[in-house]
């Protein structure tokens, strides 16, 4: 069976080997790889992606799972766990190849990100990477300005870029991070900075299982109410937060070479099945004592909390999206006034148990 170390050791062999990523194709072999099927692309696609050359694009050897999608990449994605599901064709394909400078018919032309009029995008990270994704969310093409294997090429890949796929195929992405409590997801929701990794690792050693970090993607379609799909079986955590919660950072790869947070892989707390979600808790700073620590939120204030902490809220106003209310849920959603002080953590936890056993 592949481990993640085997991917990235194999990759990087391969890429190294290779010389680059351009010369790739003629070196990476597997008879699992399958050729991605272009299946119900939307008119002028192809007119979008006819300036770029098959005989260019790196084959997609690595199987992976992300919100129960079966997806072929060229990257190794070690962030990702392996595809164990049925012999389906890929339902997303990551390669490796050229992008544009420009796309044609621009409707949105903004410094890093372009998007044509038949929806295909074009995002950049300068020195990093830029990315083409398909109108349909199910296809996209990766051109490194960093040596493949560099992990900030994947952390993108697997933020922004995930967000737009997620839009694409009509879900909704939270900026949360989300655990099994019972026998549903709770979420929590801010801005970065605010705890969400800390509190689902807090959780994670107390017994809950881990669903997503930072970005947690919901069904609002689903028959019976909304559900969360789970992404990634690791924390990205700064190392701080690892002495606070006593977690050995030996081994541990950093998220990003300029940060100095850290990948905690969880697959042995990791539940990979779609649960139903049963509350979200918007966090926010406890100002003073005299705060609420909990306070149920309703009606416009509820929308107004959801608004705060959608994942790329701009981007979902740039891609023609708008807001929408969040069906109701079991437990309801909360904002939660969470302390960074002694003691602050556990008092957020015990709070949120208590409103999710009444």
């Known amino acids: 069976m592949e481990t993640k170390t085997d991917a990235v050791r194999g990759f990087a062999e391969t890429t190294h080997k290779a010389g680059s990523w351009k010369r790739q194709r003629r070196v990476v072999t597997s008879p699992d790889v399958r050729t991605p099927e272009w299946l119900c692309m939307p008119p002028g696609f192809f007119a979008m992606v006819g300036i770029i050359m098959r005989?260019?694009?790196?084959?997609?050897?690595?199987?992976?799972?992300?919100?129960?999608?079966?997806?072929?990449?060229?990257?190794?994605?070690?962030?990702?766990?392996?595809?164990?599901?049925?012999g389906r064709q890929p339902d997303l394909?990551?390669?490796?190849?050229?992008?544009?400078?420009?796309?044609a018919d621009l409707a949105v032309d903004r410094p890093l990100l372009q998007?044509?009029?038949d929806g295909t995008c074009r995002f950049q990270v300068p020195d990093v990477a830029s990315y083409l994704i398909d109108p349909a969310g199910r296809r996209v093409i990766v051109d490194p300005a960093l040596p493949p294997e560099a992990p900030d090429i994947g952390v993108f890949l697997l933020s922004t870029v995930f967000g737009i796929l997620c839009y694409r195929r009509?879900?909704?992405?939270?900026?949360?991070?989300?655990?099994?409590?019972?026998?549903?997801?709770?979420?929590?929701?801010?801005?970065?900075?605010?705890?969400?990794?800390?509190?689902?690792?807090?959780?994670?050693?107390?017994?809950?299982?881990?669903?997503?970090?930072?970005?947690?993607?919901?069904?609002l379609a689903a028959p019976d109410g909304p559900r969360v799909w789970p992404t990634f079986p690791r924390l990205k955590l700064w190392r701080d937060t690892l002495v606070r919660l006593n977690?050995?950072?030996?081994?541990?790869?950093?998220?990003?070479?300029?940060?100095?947070?850290?990948?905690?892989?969880?697959d042995d707390a990791f539940c990979a099945e779609p649960l139903p979600l049963t509350a979200v808790f918007h966090l926010h700073p406890l100002g003073n004592e005299d705060d609420t620590p909990l306070r149920r939120l309703r009606g416009p204030e509820a929308v107004a909390w959801l608004g705060r902490d959608v994942y790329r809220s701009g981007l979902m106003a740039r891609l023609g999206l708008s807001g929408r209310l969040l069906p109701a849920v079991a437990g309801g959603t909360?904002?939660?006034?969470?302390?960074?002080?002694?003691?602050?953590?556990?008092?957020?936890?015990?709070?949120?148990?208590?409103?999710?056993?009444?």
Request: hydrophobic fraction near 45%; glycine fraction near 10%.
């Open 55 to 86: 005989a260019d694009i790196a084959p997609a050897p690595f199987n992976r799972s992300l919100c129960g999608w079966r997806v072929a990449s060229a990257l190794p994605l070690p962030d990702l766990l392996a595809w164990t599901g049925d």
């Open 93 to 103: 394909v990551i390669e490796l190849g050229p992008v544009p400078e420009r796309l």
């Open 115 to 117: 998007i044509a009029t």
């Open 170 to 219: 009509g879900l909704l992405p939270l900026h949360a991070s989300c655990v099994r409590i019972g026998q549903g997801a709770a979420a929590f929701a801010g801005p970065s900075g605010m705890g969400k990794s800390t509190l689902a690792a807090a959780f994670r050693q107390r017994g809950h299982a881990v669903l997503a970090d930072d970005v947690t993607v919901l069904d």
């Open 247 to 266: 977690i050995p950072d030996a081994g541990l790869e950093r998220s990003r070479a300029m940060l100095d947070k850290v990948h905690l892989p969880v």
């Open 334 to 358: 909360w904002a939660v006034a969470h302390g960074h002080g002694p003691g602050g953590l556990d008092r957020s936890i015990t709070r949120i148990l208590e409103r999710l056993e009444t």
